[in-house]
């Protein structure tokens, strides 16, 4: 079992930044691709960004390309997700999560990932 834990979302201004951290419980940590996803209000869940295990590949969602960096320290469990340039439409609850089955490489289906945190609020105001 993985539990993961998201926190360091807020209220910034359009321009601005934020850096979303996602601590995960549990000593396979290291061998779980990671990914990021949002729910924007009234709209459906959405993939951000994606780390293999070992950190050497990426993928990001076209909307975010370029503005965000996911990455990972493997010693603490912990997955960020830094955030620039932040646009009102990126106002959404943002969720992290564990992906135990795909080897060194990223997902973008939700359903391949099977340990979800809680979600962090992140808004953005124009």
């Known amino acids: 079992q993985v539990q993961v834990v998201e926190s360091g979302g807020g209220l910034v201004q359009a321009g601005g930044s934020l850096r979303l951290s996602c601590a995960a419980s549990?000593?396979?940590?290291?061998?779980?691709?990671m990914g990021w996803f949002r729910q924007p209000p009234g709209k459906g869940q959405e993939f951000v960004a994606g780390?293999?295990?070992?950190?050497?590949?990426?993928y990001y969602a076209d909307s975010v390309k370029g503005r965000f960096t996911i990455s990972r320290d493997n010693a603490k469990n912990t997955v960020y997700l830094q955030m620039n340039s932040l646009k009102p439409e990126d106002t959404a609850v943002y969720y992290c999560?564990?992906?135990?089955?795909?080897?060194?490489?990223?997902?973008?289906?939700?359903?391949?990932?099977?340990?979800w945190g809680q979600g962090t609020q992140v808004t953005v105001s124009s």
């Open positions: 549990g000593r396979t940590f290291r061998r779980y691709a």
């Open positions: 780390i293999s295990w070992s950190g050497l590949s990426t």
């Open positions: 999560a564990a992906d135990p089955n795909t080897i060194e490489a990223v997902t973008t289906r939700a359903s391949d990932y099977n340990y």
